[in-house]
């Protein structure tokens, strides 16, 4: 984890020192998480978020898509007569959705897996009934 002094957290975080440390006072864990090496006290770069309202936004609205997508899946999973309810329960040796760093064409993730695959197919060969279920 990443540290800063005082100075250059006031100005990453664009909040005076008594926002800083009310913040810390009502925050005890997060507090914790600081630290003072040479009597100097070290804050955490990570923490720069708790202080701007349009990270903090980026960040809910991420775990808002997550919540939506789980609730989609639960939505198609409680129709037994559903496509996505029928390969949930197959015999898959992996179930998964795979999300790239960088964006990448529909053509471009398939190869990805695909390679995949064939790598641990060739690396493993019959020692392993592998079946794959992906999506990207």
């Not at 005076?16 to 925050?27: L, Q, V």
Request: charge should be positive; glycine fraction near 2%.
């Amino acid at each position: 984890m990443k540290y800063e002094n005082l100075k250059k957290f006031i100005i990453s975080t664009k909040a005076s020192k008594s926002t800083i440390y009310r913040f810390y006072k009502k925050n005890e864990d997060l507090f914790s998480e600081t630290k003072i090496p040479n009597g100097k006290r070290l804050f955490p770069v990570d923490h720069a978020r708790y202080f701007d309202s349009e990270i903090m936004f980026d960040e809910n609205k991420i775990l808002r898509q997550e919540n939506q997508s789980m609730r989609n899946l639960i939505d198609c999973l409680a129709d037994k007569e559903s496509l996505q309810h029928t390969f949930w329960h197959m015999d898959w040796s992996f179930f998964f959705t795979v999300a790239y760093k960088l964006e990448r064409n529909k053509t471009s993730c398939f190869k990805q897996m695909h390679g995949l695959y064939d790598y641990l197919n060739e690396k493993y060969q019959d020692s392993t009934e592998l079946r794959l279920f992906f999506t990207t």
